[in-house]
T-cell receptor, first 113, second 111 residues
Framework: EPEVTQTPSHQVTQMGQEVILRCVPISNHLYFYWYRQILGQKVEFLVS????????KSEIFDDQFSVERPDGSNFTLKIRSTKLEDSAMYFC???????????FGPGTRLTVL | KQEVTQIPAALSVPEGENLVLNCSFTDSAIYNLQWFRQDPGKGLTSLLLIQSSQREQTSGRLNASLDKSSGRSTLYIAASQPGDSATYLC??????????FGTGTRLQVFP
């Protein structure tokens, strides 16, 4: 059964460093999302992406964040200068169409020291 | 503000019991509602999706209902098993294509 994959599973970085989190969505899906979950808190929406453009972004998704679909399979989230408060589990999701069922990857645990 | 609330926050039941998890949302104008399962430190597994035009969906021992007018959904788990132990998340798509999540119900089923 097709699934969303994410790499790495765990990333440790120093404050101020750039990180890139990678996702491979389900192959026939067209809509892509990033969410994050700070330990013990709700899962929060970061950004949605369709047709090589950001569809919507939350207040969390400031200028330090960017997303890209560099080729036909990968979808990346970049944090330019990480802060301690960026430590969280980051989930990628994809969907065949908008307002439809979203399928999530296993997540990348980001730890900023 | 569009919010999703889940009660109870935690539930512990003996194996074999039927149980109900509750989800409420503040705005009845929803597109759909999705139930997820999350194991500790793991990703989110989609269990059921209910479209706004539907009243319920079933998958195996799981049944989810939706009452838009009262802003509620329930997830019914029949004949619970220890393997059902996990956190169950309710998430709603309101007027834009993003999921708004509840805080979850942490379920423990003991033998």
């Amino acid at each position: 059964e097709p699934e969303v994959t994410q790499t790495p599973s765990h990333q440790v970085t120093q404050m101020g460093q750039e990180v890139i989190l990678r996702c491979v969505p389900i192959s026939n899906h067209l809509y892509f999302y990033w969410y994050r979950q700070i330990l013990g808190q709700k899962v929060e929406f970061l950004v949605s992406f369709y047709n090589n453009e950001i569809s919507e972004k939350s207040e969390i998704f400031d200028d330090q964040f960017s997303v890209e679909r560099p080729d036909g399979s990968n979808f990346t989230l970049k944090i330019r200068s990480t802060k301690l408060e960026d430590s969280a589990m980051y989930f990628c999701a994809s969907s065949q169409s908008s307002y439809n069922e979203q399928f999530f990857g296993p997540g990348t645990r980001l730890t900023v020291l | 503000k569009q919010e999703v609330t889940q009660i109870p926050a935690a539930l512990s039941v003996p194996e074999g019991e039927n149980l109900v998890l509750n989800c409420s949302f503040t705005d009845s104008a929803i597109y759909n509602l999705q139930w997820f399962r999350q194991d500790p430190g793991k990703g989110l597994t989609s269990l059921l999706l209910i479209q706004s035009s539907q009243r319920e969906q079933t998958s195996g021992r799981l049944n989810a209902s939706l009452d838009k007018s009262s802003g509620r959904s329930t997830l019914y788990i029949a004949a619970s098993q220890p393997g059902d132990s996990a956190t169950y998340l309710c998430a709603v798509i309101f007027n834009t294509d993003k999921l708004i999540f509840g805080t979850g119900t942490r379920l423990q089923v003991f033998p």
